[in-house]
């Protein structure tokens, strides 16, 4: 928050052992994000991509562009629903922005939260406060470069692009020596006038076009004399759109989230820790906008809770379980409208000396009849001139039951794409996908300065569900049409790998760099044209410097390959390359500059993306960006 | 509604966005950087310290897409500047008021808010060279009420490089003349060299102020 940024210049640089990438809530906002979802492209290694230019989604290299997104998202520990069939959203979270105080990226594979995985991992973190009173409120718009202006009203006229809108934020803490509480709101405006994508927004929404968001949050937490306590609820509300391929366009919806969460620690005896959290999100989508548009009216209602022990000392390092219940319900019944999931799991570390020490997990799953398995076998070991090398390898077999895309809600009876007539197949019988996967990382720490890693990876796919699409363009509502089927079966191998470096060469200056690759090795048709969709190298900069107290500045720049859609070729030949199916490669500079004032009350913050104005999209039929300018006026108490 | 397209207008022969402008003002800001021999530490006031309120006239000389459609007429600056850590940081904004040469044209006004970055070289006692940045957000308003209101206003990015000469013939009062070479980042682009002249006055910094800056 402000007062924290005030109190001088250091800026934190990841630890030394990170195997996880950490972007704190401070670098967030000095890189001039203003939703929860900013914080996706900021990511060194994870290639993001985004059809409306608001929201985005992003998975690691090695993770999963396949039907479902696998990504999964903690809040403090615990479990939370961020995906809207199988779409990763962080802002239906509802979580304001000055709450967070780190958001950790997980990729390797490790036991966190009762999950293992290689798809992904987002780990939230919320702030603690210091004690006292303090209060917060923040306003930020912007502009994308490009309207015609006066010219609009001559001959050489043309349309307006996309206008950003606003973000809106207030809230309060207080915290005594042992429990704190807070409450926020946040709110946004997004207005999607861009000329590749206002066409379809238009149809779905009517004339004049909005995507709104408003959200509430409460969050509370108890500190005794040896447990702590934490309690969240929250509540948003998003008026948007939803894209899905077999519709070929977009459709309006209305989207309430509840989530509640409780989560907690007590020792148990000197060398034990007892975690436990509950957490339940209901969700409910209402059609909005036209009325002759395909109507999505869904519910759902998630429950899990979750029990672990961690030992500080003996083999037996972690061990717990999880319970997951999902209920859905839509106008036509589905088919298995409840799922229930049990998963036990544990890890053992095989050695006296825990850092260094072999480590070996699993998780297994049961319910509705399947079982799914997650295991991985790590070492690190120390090597000369302050360098270690890590290894893992792992395997998951997952639970088709847990699969929440629209493609699984379709085979359990959800009636969506028959009642908009779209024209879809499913090819074959969803079984849980399996992956084995292995990974090298080597790091360096050059003295406290200095940090360079480089690593390896290798993903091996079977039994995935790969979307086949061939869409055709159709003119009257710039939306598209075509066979789409749902094709189980689909494999493929993977491999990649990247360096990092992190220089702090004063303690004010962090300067990150990172060059990562991903490709297939070998695989079936689906499989390499579901990965052509990825980006396969990617270079990324960041520079974070506070050269004063009270003046912040952030520069970064990224460049990543072009990446190939295969479902878009029949309408780049329709439209005469209006829509490609290539989304070219782009080198991005994005750049901002904050100053505090009076002792950091108030804060006025510049920033200016695609500074280079580079032809920028993600998605073939998705938003353009023009350099964007945006300023954010933020003001805090005491 | 007016006609909103005119088909007669002759065809007219622009020259290139000022090219020059672009590559003359980096290289007077790296002048203007440099150290300069005849300016000593102590004479620079540490930051926020001062502050210099000027008003300025400017007229626009450039001929190009924007003055074949509308007469720019003058415009009028406010501006605020104060010693920065390096330079100095200036706040200001400018307006005008285009008239439109056609009927089918509205008549419109333009506000540039800006924040900007200077760098000044002392040329003698009381001149001194100065050039630098401004960038930031120019509000357009059409007097046209016959499209939606939302399209009755617009705001693009804009941004300024701009070189001048101060002469302060006494300790508080200064007079400058300027010339800036200023581009709204509309589609295709308002581009406009304004030749400007001024007056201001230097105050001290009141501590409140300073205190709420620094």
């Known amino acids: ?638 | 509604m007016k006609a909103l397209h005119t088909s007669s207008l002759a065809a007219v022969r622009y020259r290139s966005a000022p090219a020059r402008w672009r590559r003359l003002v980096p290289a007077l800001l790296c002048v203007l950087v440099a150290p300069a021999p005849t300016a000593t530490a102590q004479q620079r006031p540490a930051p926020f310290e001062t502050l210099d309120l000027s008003i300025e006239l400017l007229a626009d000389i450039q001929q190009a897409r924007l003055q074949r459609h509308w007469s720019p007429g003058p415009a009028l600056g406010l501006g605020l500047a104060f010693p920065f850590y390096l330079g100095n940081i200036e706040l200001g904004v400018q307006l005008s008021r285009p008239s439109a040469r056609q009927v089918s044209l509205p008549d419109f006004s333009s506000l540039f808010v800006y924040v900007g970055w200077s760098g000044t070289r002392k040329l003698g006692r009381r001149l001194q060279a100065q050039a630098g940045l401004r960038a930031g957000i120019v509000g357009l308003s059409f007097d046209v009420d016959t499209i939606p209101a939302f399209r009755q206003y617009e705001r693009e990015p804009a941004v300024t490089a701009r070189g001048g000469l101060r002469w302060t013939p006494r300790d508080t009062w200064f007079t400058e003349a300027a010339v800036a070479w200023h581009s709204v980042f509309t589609e295709p682009r308002i581009e406009q060299i304004f030749l400007s002249a001024g007056v201001g006055r230097r105050f001290r910094t009141p501590t409140w102020l300073r205190d709420f800056l620094d």
């Open chain 1, 1 to 638: 928050m402000l007062a924290g940024a005030c109190a001088g210049t250091a800026l934190a640089a990841q630890t030394d052992t990170a195997h996880v990438e950490s972007i704190t809530g401070e670098t967030l906002r000095r890189a001039g994000g203003t939703r929860l979802s900013d914080v996706l492209p900021l990511v060194t290694a994870w290639p993001v991509s985004t059809v409306d230019g608001f929201t985005w989604q992003a998975a690691p290299p090695g993770g999963s562009p396949f039907t479902p997104a696998r990504t999964l998202v903690l809040v403090d520990g615990r479990r939370v629903e961020a995906d809207l069939f199988g779409r990763l959203d962080l802002d239906r979270l509802g979580i304001p922005l000055d709450r967070i105080a780190r958001v950790e990226f997980i990729e390797l594979p490790r036991l966190v939260a009762g999950r293992i995985t290689t798809q992904g991992t987002v780990d939230i973190h919320t702030l603690e406060p210091e004690p006292g009173t303090s209060a917060y409120a923040w306003y930020a718009s912007g502009t994308e470069i490009g309207d015609p202006g006066p010219f609009a009203f001559t001959p050489a006229g043309g349309e307006n692009v996309d206008r950003l809108g606003y973000d809106v934020a207030a809230g309060a803490v207080h915290a005594a020596g042992s429990w704190f509480a807070s409450a926020g709101f946040t709110s946004s405006e997004r207005i999607p006038t861009d000329p590749a994508i206002a066409g379809r927004y238009r149809a779905a929404l009517g004339p004049v076009p909005r995507l709104e968001s408003t959200a509430l949050s409460l969050d509370a937490g108890l500190r005794t004399t040896a447990s702590r306590h934490r309690f969240s609820l929250r509540h948003a509300r998003q008026d948007g759109v939803l894209w899905l391929t077999p519709l070929g366009t977009e459709v309006g919806i209305r989207e309430r989230v509840t989530e509640v969460g409780f989560a907690g620690a007590t020792p148990v005896g000197s060398e034990r820790e007892l975690f436990w959290d509950l957490d339940h999100t209901a969700g409910r989508i209402s059609p909005r906008g036209m009325e002759a548009r395909p109507r999505v009216e869904w519910e759902t209602a998630t429950t899990e809770g979750r029990v672990e022990l961690v030992q500080r000392r003996g083999q037996l390092s972690t061990a717990g379980f999880r319970l997951r219940r999902l209920t859905a319900r839509a106008p036509d019944p589905v088919s298995r409208p409840t799922i229930s999931l049990v998963t036990a799991y544990a890890e053992l570390t095989l050695g006296r000396e825990r850092a260094t020490a072999p480590v070996v997990a699993a998780a297994l799953t049961g319910g509705d009849g399947e079982t799914g398995l997650a295991a991985v076998a790590s070492r690190t070991w120390t090597l000369a001139g302050r360098s270690t090398l890590e290894t893992f390898i792992a395997y998951e077999r997952a639970v088709a039951a847990e699969d929440t895309d629209i493609w699984a809600w379709t085979e359990r009876g959800y009636r969506l794409f028959e009642n908009a007539g779209a024209q879809f197949e499913i090819i074959g019988e969803r079984r849980g996908s399996e992956r084995i996967s292995g990974d090298v990382r080597w790091s360096l720490r050059a003295g406290r300065r200095v940090r360079l890693v480089g690593r390896g990876f290798y993903r091996r796919d079977r039994r995935l569900a790969v979307e086949r699409a061939r869409l055709h363009f159709v003119p009257g509502g710039e939306s598209f049409e075509g066979p789409v089927a749902l094709v189980h079966g689909a494999g493929g191998d993977l491999v990649g790998g990247g360096v990092e470096f992190e220089l702090s060469a004063v303690r004010t200056l962090i300067v990150k760099g990172s060059w990562w690759y991903g490709a297939p090795l070998r695989g079936d048709t689906l499989y390499r044209e579901a990965r052509a969709a990825m980006p396969h190298h990617g270079v990324w900069m960041t520079s974070e410097w506070v050269p004063v107290a009270g003046l912040e500045l952030w520069l970064s720049g990224l460049w990543r390959s072009a990446s190939r859609w295969a479902a878009f070729e029949p309408v780049e030949a329709e439209t005469g390359g209006r829509y490609r199916s290539e989304v070219g490669e782009a080198l991005v500079l994005d750049l901002a500059i904050a100053k505090r004032l009076w002792d950091g009350r108030l804060g006025i913050q510049a920033a200016v993306r695609n500074l280079l104005g580079a032809d920028l999209r993600y998605h073939p039929a998705g938003a353009t960006f023009a350099p964007t300018a945006v300023v954010r006026i933020e003001a805090s108490l005491p």
